[in-house]
T-cell receptor, first 109, second 116 residues
Framework: AQSVTQLDSQVPVFEEAPVELRCNYS??????LFWYVQYPNQGLQLLLK??????LVKGINGFEAEFNKSQTSFHLRKPSVHISDTAEYFC???????FGAGTRLTVKP | DTGVSQDPRHKITKRGQNVTFRCDPI?????LYWYRQTLGQGPEFLTY????????KSRLLSDRFSAERPKGSFSTLEIQRTEQGDSAMYLC????FGGGRNTEAFFGQGTRLTVV
């Protein structure tokens, strides 16, 4: 069985501050990992994905994530956030696409 | 290809009625997923198909819910005897899996169901 745990349900940060959204997974098979973003009243769109290769993955809008097999983690980071990054962020695992409960990122001016 | 499309976009129904939603995936995608999402929550997995085979169905899904993908292309999700608790956004997604060409899941815009 596969599962995803997003450790923080809400993350408030000030504009231009760095942010890390945490994701831990459990999987008994080879791992594919994804981060999606959902802006208010919009659908889910892919931020970045890890399928194989380099453990540091860069995505859209300046986000990146690092696959850490020993810690079973795939944390999402951005060095400097903008107001427009305010959204719900979801981590997902493998190809039956189980999602975490989400982390609401709120960027304050 | 215009992406994953879902129909209808909105559905209002009376409690006890049956509803059916349709999802058309990206044409070359062999996997199709159904999720339910309520306000402030993540997508809750309902079921998924690989081609026409339904590979998994959530244990949380009652017998009132059924999904089909008869020809391995479009899929339908039917909810029988709807209850107010079924009110949610129903999301469909598709992906390509296997043959070394795994992709992420691409989502449709969803069908918003309101049971009154």
């Amino acid at each position: 069985a596969q599962s995803v745990t997003q450790l923080d349900s809400q993350v408030p940060v000030f504009e231009e501050a760095p942010v890390e959204l945490r994701c831990n997974y459990s999987s008994s098979v080879s791992v594919y990992l994804f981060w999606y973003v959902q802006y208010p009243n919009q659908g889910l769109q892919l931020l970045l994905k890890y399928l194989s290769g380099s453990t540091l993955v860069k995505g859209i809008n300046g986000f990146e994530a690092e696959f850490n097999k020993s810690q079973t983690s795939f944390h999402l980071r951005k060095p400097s956030v903008h107001i427009s990054d305010t959204a719900e962020y979801f981590c997902a695992v493998n190809n039956d696409m189980r999602f975490g409960a989400g982390t609401r990122l709120t960027v304050k001016p | 290809d215009t992406g994953v499309s879902q129909d209808p976009r909105h559905k209002i129904t009376k409690r006890g009625q049956n509803v059916t939603f349709r999802c058309d995936p990206i044409s070359e995608h062999n996997r199709l997923y159904w999720y339910r999402q309520t306000l402030g929550q993540g997508p809750e997995f309902l079921t998924y198909f690989q081609n026409e085979a339904q590979l998994e169905k959530s244990r949380l899904l009652s017998d009132r819910f059924s999904a089909e993908r008869p020809k391995g292309s479009f899929s339908t999700l039917e909810i029988q005897r709807t209850e107010q608790g079924d009110s949610a956004m129903y999301l469909c997604a598709s992906s390509l899996f296997g043959g070394g060409r795994n992709t992420e899941a691409f989502f449709g815009q969803g069908t918003r169901l309101t049971v009154v």
